[in-house]
């Protein structure tokens, strides 16, 4: 008796554990709500406001996805990771996709099984000194304490750099960007490092932001993007074009505040096509014609996130620079929408 | 005339597994046992077969690769090109170094604070009572952060300690406490007699043994002397003379002298540095488990009848001698057990360190290796093996110690 309520058990644990590989389009659609994995908090590119709505330059992409997909920006469960569990958050289905300062790195694509769908902020890793210590170049950290955030590709760049110029240095590894922040506001450690984009946000928290100067030198290439599970190429194909549709927006001129307008019907056919008054891109790939309508109009194209976010005009003060257009010479290009 | 013969012989039946009570239970435990094997294997098989479907397979390749980061403190030599096996042996070592300071300091604290809480003087005894109850009643992760921020804010950067009037000097010259660390001044060997440091340091403590030995021999011999004369010789200066003759002549051959910490750039260099996390760390767990130990110590000696300090006190012993020699020996076998739990409560508990940057296991296999390999199962069964098989060594030679002390009955 009560080993058949055993193995009855264990039969449905089987059958709960195989049933977990279906699509994740058709399982988003489903749900009615896109799980989306952020960081726990980095002002400008994920934090929740004062009304605890998250904001900035990543949880715009999870927002532009869940309005092609579902038609509603607010769809969307925002699940705070850490450097250390957003991997396994994506890997395990917890979350559907991951917006977070992610670097694209082979080992992640290949051995991870992950697929980055594109790159939404070029980065590279800075240093950030006090200005007291009168330091202008990153050559003369020799025998420096730095403070790292863990389980990043800071730690790696970091031992890379001090190695191939032959300087010695001190690691403090910190669980938290809050936490770091703290020891290097205390005078614990010299130098904090992390993604320049990183530093300028941190940076702009503090008390006295003049006080601090972040370093010429950027010691890596940090392309960050939004990643899924390797293998489902369906899902991957709608986070990689939903991204696509917001920078060949900024590149058509397609904005928020002229989307529906432009969505009537113009003479730019690239511009038809992706509003989807022309072709039927959206059926192609399962989703709704306006999908990139949608997207476009309630989070603005890549340049108008990207101003809201963390453009020079907020105080995080980020300036285009390798995120421009590629006809503004940045490396910002979409393929053509056809 | 009568034949003596055996009892027939039992049958042995099938159905005496369930109705014969001396087999019975056997039966049950033997299904249980099936059970559980089966679960295991279903679960073990379950975890293989999604593994495989997301293309992963359990490996243990990463860890004779290249670890590319560095660690703050490395008791061997490591670099970011030592493997990622060597950084975990790393935070190994740095882990039972936090664990075994702790276990000392905290027992040190355990027993004092125990002891003082009994004490006849109120306010000694309050001042106590109140250690106790702060220090377990608030979890240990928010002491070690409280200690490590305080520490940080408290103590000078090694910049105050820079320019012609600095802020800060260092204590008679020879200590350095900066929120990053202590300096201290560090032992160096002129003229070592092997190439490898640690050759020659094992030397001096063979030596530093060979002592120990002397002086049990030394006091085996007094008693013996006591016990034919009825008087003690005086041995303290041979005691004094055996410790410090040979290894202090050791040392000046192979020609010691110390190593003060200078400022030198960002940081303090020469000497020894004791690293703000190990301290934080360190401190916060002694004082934590500390406060656990008091309470054992307490109940430990309130276990002692009264009888036996009042007998010690007839006998003319000084209250100091009758805690020393009557109750502490007996209040012992009910200290010892739960003392157990709490050094493998010490030992699981530094696994917090990562809160404050120190590197043990959890930070460097658990943590950076994990992270940069993304090999989450692997590295988790290999920290559940590490730590298993460290609470079970621990547990093991202190219940060889508790059989030695606990009561023999005969």
């Known amino acids: ?338 | 005339m009568t034949i003596l013969t055996d009892p027939p012989e039992e049958q042995f039946r099938i159905s005496m597994l369930l109705s014969d009570t001396r087999y019975r239970s056997l039966t049950f435990q033997g299904i249980a046992l099936v059970v559980l094997i089966f679960a295991i294997a279903y679960l073990a098989g379950n975890l293989i077969q999604n593994l495989t479907q997301a293309g992963l397979s359990i490996s243990y390749e990463f860890l004779f690769k290249p670890s590319g980061y560095d660690i703050n403190q490395t008791l061997i030599p490591y670099t970011s090109q030592s493997t990622n096996l060597r950084a975990a042996i790393v935070g190994v070592l740095n882990t039972l170094l936090v664990a075994g300071l702790a276990c000392v300091t905290a027992t040190i604290f355990g027993v004092t604070a125990g002891v003082l809480r009994l004490s006849k003087n109120w306010l000694i005894r309050k001042l106590m009572a109140v250690y106790v109850e702060i220090f377990r009643n608030i979890p240990v992760l928010i002491w070690i952060i409280i200690i490590f921020t305080i520490m940080t804010a408290v103590m000078p950067a090694p910049s105050a300690f820079r320019g012609e009037d600095p802020d800060s000097t260092m204590l008679l010259g020879l200590f350095a406490f900066t929120n990053r660390g202590v300096y201290v001044p560090g032992p160096q060997l002129a003229s070592p007699l092997f190439a490898a440091t640690a050759l020659n340091w094992f030397l001096v403590v063979l030596f530093l043994v060979g002592s120990w030995f002397g002086g049990r021999a030394l006091g085996t011999w007094a008693t013996a002397k006591q016990e034919a004369t009825g008087v003690r010789p005086t041995t303290w200066y041979w005691t004094l003379a055996i410790w410090f003759v040979p290894a202090g002549i050791l040392l000046a051959i192979m020609g010691l002298h110390w190593q003060i910490p200078a400022l030198k750039g960002f940081n303090f260099s020469g000497g020894i540095k004791v690293g703000g996390p190990l301290i934080a760390l360190w401190f916060a767990l002694s004082i934590y488990t500390g406060a656990f130990i008091a309470e054992n110590v307490r109940a430990g000696i309130q276990a002692i009848s009264k009888g036996q300090t009042e007998a010690a006190a007839s006998l003319g012993l000084r209250p100091g001698r009758i805690m020393n020699l009557v109750i502490l020996p007996q209040a012992l076998r009910v200290i010892i057990p739960p003392l157990i739990s709490q050094y493998l409560n010490i030992t699981k508990n530094s696994s917090l360190a990562i809160a404050v940057g120190y590197a043990d296991v959890t930070a460097t296999l658990g943590g950076i290796t994990l992270n940069q390999t993304g090999r989450a199962i692997e590295c988790v069964l290999l920290l559940m093996l590490f730590y298993l098989t460290i609470s079970l060594s621990i547990s093991a030679v202190m219940n060889i110690y508790n059989n030695s002390v606990k009561l023999k009955e005969r």
């Open chain 1, 1 to 338: 008796m009560k080993k058949s309520i055993l193995f009855g058990a264990l039969a449905v644990a089987g059958f709960a554990a195989g049933g977990a590989a279906a699509s994740t389009l058709d399982d988003v659609k489903a749900r009615g709500k896109l799980n989306c994995g952020v960081t726990t908090g980095l002002v400008g590119f994920a934090a929740p406001d004062a009304n605890g709505e998250w904001n900035g330059f990543d949880v715009a992409v999870c927002r532009a996805v869940a309005a092609a997909v579902l038609g509603d920006p607010t769809a969307v469960e925002f699940v705070p990771t850490t450097g250390k569990t957003r991997f396994t958050a994506l890997a395990s289905g917890e979350i559907d996709m991951l917006a977070r300062n992610t670097t694209w790195t082979f080992s992640r694509d290949i051995d991870l099984k992950f697929d980055f769908t594109g790159v939404n902020y070029y980065d590279g890793q800075g240093f950030m000194v006090p200005k007291e210590l009168g330091v202008t170049s990153a050559k003369e950290l020799d025998g420096a304490t730095v403070c790292i955030q863990t389980g990043t590709t800071t730690e790696l760049n970091l031992a890379d750099f001090f190695r191939a110029n032959n300087m010695s240095y001190e690691p403090v590894p910190i669980e938290t960007n809050a936490e770091a922040q703290q020891q290097f506001l205390a005078g614990a450690c010299d130098v904090y490092t992390t993604d320049a984009s990183g530093l300028a946000a941190t940076r702009a928290t503090f008390e006295d932001p003049t006080a601090y100067v972040i370093m010429p030198e950027i010691i890596s290439k940090e392309p960050l993007g939004p990643l899924v599970r390797h293998g489902d190429s369906e899902w991957g194909d709608v986070v990689r074009w939903t991204l696509f549709a917001l920078v060949a927006a900024e590149e058509l001129g397609i904005t928020s505040a002229n989307a529906s307008e432009l969505a009537a019907g113009t003479n730019n056919p690239e511009v038809n096509r992706i509003l989807g008054t022309e072709g039927d891109l959206g059926a192609m790939m399962g989703l709704p014609a306006d999908w990139a309508l949608k997207a476009i109009q309630t989070q603005g194209n890549y340049g108008e996130i990207f101003a809201k976010n963390i453009g020079v005009d907020t105080p995080i003060g980020l300036a285009r620079g390798l995120n421009a257009q590629w006809t503004e010479g940045g490396l910002m290009y979409a393929p053509p929408f056809r």
